[in-house]
């Protein structure tokens, strides 16, 4: 699975497992939370993966240089789980906010700088472990060629964009911002109270975007905001009402 690792100290941020190349960093640190060798708030960092993911599993490119890291959580009442990848997604938004990088987060998991995406989010949940695998691409970024047919916006990465970071040191101050932020959010209230908090990073809130569902071909919409569980609050174009999405992609309307 890896080929070296090594454990950090515990602090307030937990310890940190750091690895060699491994498949993914949360295919690492899964077995480790599992036999509760890892407690919430402990993390894997690995320095490149062979078979990185995001979203519905899709393969995300990952040289070394780029932060790439996995990190256990607490448990959360069952009905705040729809909402963890937001959640997830609006603290590390509000972690590079506070380093002055004006990113947004276009719904449901990923991280634009401008119209690029630099990051994202995935959170899996099995046999009761909840985990958030968590990306930024610091040095390096994903060749148009290299992106799946019909990627809704091109990557990019924080060098480009004139921020330097170091992996290591990045994620340490990351994961005590996530920690107060994530709780922060917990104790907002209601999920509709949290969904109302994340709402405000929304990428093109206010604004046309083009969706696609599954095979359905593309289609147009007003983004509204969030409904209490996350879902994507949209209103079609030409059409009355609005909807609710649960999946899909988006990308701006030209």
């Not at 630099?118 to 985990?131: F, H, N």
């Not at 206010?206 to 569980?229: F, K, N, S, Y």
């Not at 059409?239 to 609710?244: Q, T």
Request: aromatic share 6%.
């Amino acid at each position: 699975m890896q080929e070296t690792w090594w454990l950090s100290e515990g602090g307030r941020r937990g310890r940190v497992v750091v690895c060699g190349r491994c498949s993914s960093s949360l295919d690492v640190v899964r077995p480790l939370a599992e036999k509760q060798m890892l407690d919430p708030w402990d993390s894997v960092l690995a320095v490149s993966q062979w078979a990185g993911r995001g979203q519905l599993r899709r393969e995300w490119d990952s040289p070394p240089g780029n932060l790439y890291a996995a990190l256990v959580l607490p448990q959360v009442p069952k009905e705040f789980d729809s909402l963890l990848p937001l959640m997830l997604g609006y603290c590390l938004a509000g972690f590079l906010r506070s380093k002055r990088i004006p990113v947004g987060l276009k719904w449901p998991n990923d991280i634009l700088l401008g119209n690029v995406k630099i990051g994202g989010v995935l959170v899996e949940e099995r046999r009761g472990v909840s985990l958030a695998g968590i990306g930024l691409n610091l040095t390096s970024s994903p060749a148009e060629v290299k992106l799946r047919e019909g990627h809704a916006v091109p990557a990019g990465h924080l060098r480009a964009a004139g921020h330097s970071f170091t992996p290591l040191s990045l994620w340490c101050e990351l994961v005590d911002f996530v920690k107060i932020s994530y709780e922060t959010c917990l104790i907002q209230g209601p999920p509709s109270n949290v969904a109302a908090l994340v709402e405000p990073l929304l990428c093109w809130l206010g604004q046309d975007a083009v969706i696609r569902e599954g095979a359905e071909a593309p289609w147009t919409a007003r983004i509204l905001g969030l409904a209490p569980d996350g879902s994507l609050r949209v209103k079609p174009a030409g059409g009355a009402g609005e909807r609710l999405l649960t999946s899909g992609s988006i990308w701006r309307a030209s």
